[in-house]
């Protein structure tokens, strides 16, 4: 079983919808969250990070981190067409240098 | 601009053949990565290094090798290719001591036959 597992969709939402983008992992020493978003042929982008349980807002993206249930999520408010990237969560720990632990991202298409 | 550059974008190669994928960072980061990109499969850790002198091995070390001579370069090399190499290999950086947000640089696609 990989440590993050993330549905690979695809989703598709029409423009304006709320989207909800999660992933699980399975081991507790992971500490700092973080959410890249990657368009066709680029390389990942940093959207969001974070180290503690709760949420944090940027503009039209939260990033909700619950750790008693191993339980992280995107949420992108007002979707636009923009938007439309695959998603990768990541995640990592003090004792692999900090290197990241990638889901498998989630493909999102927003249709105007 | 500052940030990470990859060279070469794209490669078609040999197998046997060796190559090394290169890698610069100019905004001081101490930690650089290698990672490769396959479908179906997401992003695997290759190698890594915390600070410059310094490297350790991820998920997939097997058939690459790295070096870090100094902060700025981190090049990934391929001694023998062999087609199951055949991916999209993404360098990133990251500050270090408490900042630990990656940045990825444009990637290099290899193909080898």
């Known amino acids: 079983q990989k440590e993050v597992e993330q549905d690979p969709g695809p989703l598709s939402v029409p423009e304006g919808a709320i989207v909800s983008l999660n992933c699980t992992y399975s081991n507790s020493a992971f500490q700092y969250f973080m959410w890249y978003r990657q368009y066709s042929r680029k390389g990942p982008e940093l959207l969001m990070y974070?180290?503690?349980?709760g949420n944090k807002e940027d503009g039209r993206f939260t990033a909700q981190v619950d750790k008693s249930s191993k339980y992280i999520s995107l949420f992108i408010r007002d979707s636009q067409p923009s938007d439309s990237a695959t998603y990768l969560c990541?995640?990592?720990?003090?004792?692999?240098?900090?290197?990241?632990?990638f889901g498998k991202g989630t493909s999102l298409l927003v249709t105007p | 601009i500052a940030g990470i550059t990859q060279a070469p974008t794209s490669q078609i190669l040999a197998a046997g053949r060796r190559m090394t994928l290169r890698c610069t960072q100019d905004m001081r980061h101490n930690a650089m990565y290698w990672y490769r990109q396959d479908l179906g499969l997401g992003l695997r850790l290759i190698h890594y290094s915390n600070t410059a002198g310094t490297t350790g091995k991820g998920e997939v070390p097997d058939g690459y090798s790295v070096s870090r001579a100094n902060t700025d370069d981190f090049p990934l090399t391929l001694a023998s290719a062999v087609p199951s190499q055949t991916s999209v290999y993404f360098c990133?950086?990251?500050?270090?001591?408490?900042?630990?947000?990656?940045?990825f640089g444009p990637g290099t696609r290899l193909t080898v036959l």
């Open positions: 990133a950086s990251s500050p270090g001591a408490s900042n630990f947000e990656q940045f």
């Open positions: 974070t180290y503690s349980s």
């Open positions: 990541a995640m990592s720990m003090s004792n692999s240098g900090y290197a990241l632990n």
